[in-house]
């Protein structure tokens, strides 16, 4: 299965700033998927990145406030913009691909984001 | 919004199986029904899917109902390091549709 490396593995940022957090994929992957997982709860995903195409947004998140790159099929950032102690969250990312045992979507160990 | 319904929580005995439920009465014909778990700390890790048969690999079982609206993961013998948030999805990935979280059962495997 793909590996994924995300940077950072955590931050501690000041509100009003902007973090982007990195996703290098070790092949090259269509799709790529960036989510949110607030403290105690289950994820929800932000957008779904393409190569090649804009972001695709899930209802509740905008490009202005988490714009995506995805310049090649390895590689994806997420920024978070303008931040605020509710963003504080774990982001990750994720990629289509075949698992060891079947088809399945691999995701990274995540950014845990601190907003003060 | 997700399209399944677990228990928010189990426990299990060290070395027992761990049979863990998942509710989808309205799993569409080209769905497949896929677990994955989130060990504290990490992102999710995938653990196994299936359409229709039952199928097995060296993390887990799974077993659906004849109308597919349930399935059963099952742990054969559960360890301290199963325990975990495991989430049911039901989707058409090899579509390259979207994986949606639903809130998932946290297992604690106890010895």
């Known amino acids: 299965s793909a590996v994924i490396s995300q940077k950072p593995s955590r931050d501690i940022c000041q509100r009003g700033t902007s973090l982007t957090i990195q996703c290098q994929v070790d092949?090259?992957?269509?799709?790529m998927f960036w989510y949110r997982q607030q403290p105690g709860q289950s994820l929800t995903l932000i957008a779904t990145a393409n190569q090649g195409s804009e972001a695709t947004y899930e209802s509740g998140f905008v490009i202005d406030k988490f714009p995506i790159s995805r310049p090649n099929l390895t590689f994806s950032t997420l920024t978070v913009s303008n931040m605020s102690p509710e963003d504080s969250s774990i982001y990750l990312c994720s990629v289509e691909g075949v698992s060891w045992s079947g088809y399945g979507y691999t995701f990274g160990s995540g950014t845990r984001l601190t907003v003060v | 919004d997700a399209k399944t319904t677990q228990p928010p929580s189990m426990d299990c005995a060290e070395g027992r199986a761990a049979n863990l439920p998942c509710n989808h009465s309205t799993i569409s014909g080209n769905e497949y029904v896929y677990w994955y778990r989130q060990i504290h700390s990490q992102g999710p890790q995938y653990i196994i899917h299936?359409?229709?048969n039952n199928e097995t690999n060296e993390m887990a079982s799974l077993i659906i109902t004849e109308d597919r609206k349930s399935s059963t993961l099952i742990l054969p013998h559960a360890t301290l390091r199963d325990t975990a948030v495991y989430y049911c999805i039901v989707g058409a990935l090899e579509y390259g549709n979207k994986l949606v979280f639903g809130a998932g059962t946290i297992l604690r495997v106890k010895s």
């Open positions: 092949s090259q992957v269509t799709m």
């Open positions: 299936g359409l229709k």
